[in-house]
């Protein structure tokens, strides 16, 4: 059973980076793609970015961190980071990792329910 671990939130001034990881036990971690979801306080769930199995040679970002933050995955150390540069106010949430089983691109998910597997998510705040 896959399971997921995220590491690497805490306090961070306005412009300032961190580096989010999400590491898998349990199963090998080629065949999923991975999801990074956050959560602000009084927010919805959103989707800020997604990096497909294998290779991951897809990658997806939301409109409000793209050109910000990075996805990148380690298959051989079973972690997917997140590389977050100029952090604002409003990046400030709860920061989730979550996998998909996924072969050559197929299936695609799109939704926070496509996804089966969940960390239990990063603290990450932003303010000065």
């Known amino acids: 059973q896959l399971r997921l671990v995220e590491s690497g939130g805490g306090l961070v001034q306005p412009g300032g980076s961190l580096r989010l990881s999400c590491v898998a036990s349990?199963?090998?971690?080629?065949?999923?793609?991975i999801g990074w979801f956050r959560q602000g306080p009084g927010k919805e769930r959103e989707a800020v970015s997604y990096i497909s199995s294998e290779r991951g040679r897809t990658t997806r970002y939301s409109d409000s961190v793209k050109g910000r933050f990075t996805i990148s995955r380690d298959n051989a150390k079973k972690t997917v980071y997140l590389q977050m540069n100029s952090l604002q106010p409003e990046d400030t949430g709860v920061y989730y990792c979550a996998a998909a089983q996924q072969i050559q691109d197929f299936p695609d998910p799109r939704e926070a329910s496509d996804y089966a597997v969940w960390g239990q998510g990063t603290q990450v705040t932003v303010s000065s």
């Open positions: 349990g199963r090998t971690l080629d065949y999923y793609a």
